[in-house]
């Protein structure tokens, strides 16, 4: 993997600073195809489908992704494994993606984090940053945790699972950090993409705790990740409403409208800063409680928004402004 390590001074703390580089166009543009064009292909099929082919012709093909969705996938395939390392070969020097990493040397290999990162945006595609494959991290056990919608849709769900991307569910999230993972999580979820605005960042954060509870159940420290520039590779537009709201936490996925060039699933060129801030330590509590929940917490959403304010000039963003709900 190449990349480039450029050791950045600032005032305080120095940062570390990764950035993947630029392949040919033609492999960059069939990587990003691959890794981000899977939910548009499933909408262009099934409607092509109805349109062009007999209704039992059609329903052969709904079929067809059912068994797809519903066959079990191997996260260690070494098909897959194979595609998601050219995934990030050359996918990430398209916008081009940089992480940006406050004191890289306290981080420790061997130990498990909670990584929550921000914003989710139409799709929080710059986590694959942060996994195991890019080498940026001194992490060989890392894993990304997604909406579980995500693995009930064909070809999306073996994308993103050979990436790294594993079902975002309690369960799933402490036999990971039992086993020594480091996890990736997007706190607002759902309902942050639901309230997503032009012109600014939102993050649904205030009451978002479980995260937080669960890294003070198993003593693994909560670290702030914010990714500036992902709120602008697409554009978008959702309905809004009560109702849209529900039926977005009911199916665990909100659905809008999205697009890239030219109306395509390829992203606008649009540079990502994903920075990485310091680790907020904690101590293991096995039945912790509120107080001790929203102590955590308070000093996650603390450090996020510190983290945002210290980079947003150095990074392109100097007028954007930071909302937390």
Not at 107 to 124: K, Q
Not at 162 to 179: D, E, R, V
Not at 259 to 268: C, E, N
């Amino acid at each position: 993997m190449e990349r480039l390590e450029t050791p950045v001074t600032m005032p305080s703390p120095s940062t570390s600073t990764f950035t993947e580089k630029q392949h040919s166009t033609m492999h960059t543009v069939i990587a990003v195809t691959i890794w981000l064009g899977a939910i548009h292909f499933n909408v262009f099929l099934l409607s092509s489908s109805f349109f062009f082919l007999s209704l039992p012709q059609a329903f052969a093909v709904c079929w067809v992704l059912l068994i797809f969705i519903i066959i079990p996938i191997d996260d260690k395939d070494k098909f897959g494994r194979r595609l998601a390392r050219y995934i990030c070969k050359h996918a990430l020097g398209y916008f081009p993606v940089t992480l940006h990493v406050e004191e890289y040397n306290a981080f420790d290999p061997n130990r498990a984090y909670v990584f929550g990162y921000e914003p989710h945006s139409v799709l929080p595609i710059g986590v694959v940053a942060l996994g195991d494959l890019t080498g940026f991290l001194p992490f060989t056990k890392i894993k990304v945790l997604a909406s579980t919608a995500v693995f009930y849709t064909p070809f999306v769900r073996h994308i993103w699972t050979w990436l790294g991307l594993s079902p975002a569910t309690k369960k799933n999230f402490t036999s990971l950090l039992s086993s020594g993972h480091s996890c990736i999580i997007v706190p607002g979820g759902v309902q942050e993409t639901f309230h997503m605005e032009r012109g600014s960042e939102v993050v649904y954060l205030r009451n978002r705790k479980g995260f937080v509870r669960l890294a003070l159940q198993m003593g693994c420290p909560v670290v702030p990740v914010f990714s500036f520039g992902q709120s602008q590779v697409y554009k978008w537009w959702k309905p809004g409403g009560k109702l849209f709201l529900r039926f977005s936490r009911a199916i665990r996925f909100t659905p809008i409208i999205f697009w890239g060039v030219f109306g395509s699933p390829l992203p606008y060129r649009v540079p990502m800063h994903i920075v990485i801030g310091r680790p907020i330590e904690v101590k293991q509590t096995p039945q912790p409680t509120m107080e001790e929940v929203s102590d955590i917490h308070s000093q996650y959403v603390e450090a996020l928004q510190e983290l945002f304010e210290r980079h947003k000039a150095k990074v392109g963003h100097a007028d954007l402004q930071l909302k937390v709900l």
